[in-house]
């Protein structure tokens, strides 16, 4: 799955096109490495995240072409995050 539809259907960041703008501006990476919005994301990444003042680690458990909105952060699994430079309890 594309990685910018994957963030919109895990709910990670709320839109598809937010989540295209972020890719653009290389602010996702994939196991390491920059990241383009058609990078494909299979189960067992590694996605690093900075978007809005926070930095997310998370692991990708599940891929879905639609999910629910309760049920959408089963997608993932969150290793750490840090908001504005202070990590929160994952």
Known sequence: MRLDKYLKVS??????TVAKEVCDAGRI???GRQ???????????RLEISFGGRLLTAE??????????ELAAEMYRVISETRNGTPTEA
């Open 11 to 16: 709910r990670i960041i709320k839109r598809r």
């Open 60 to 69: 990708v458990l599940q891929i879905a072409e639609t999910m629910r909105a």
């Open 29 to 31: 990476k994939i196991n």
């Open 35 to 45: 990241a383009k919005a058609g990078s494909e994301v299979v189960v067992g990444d």
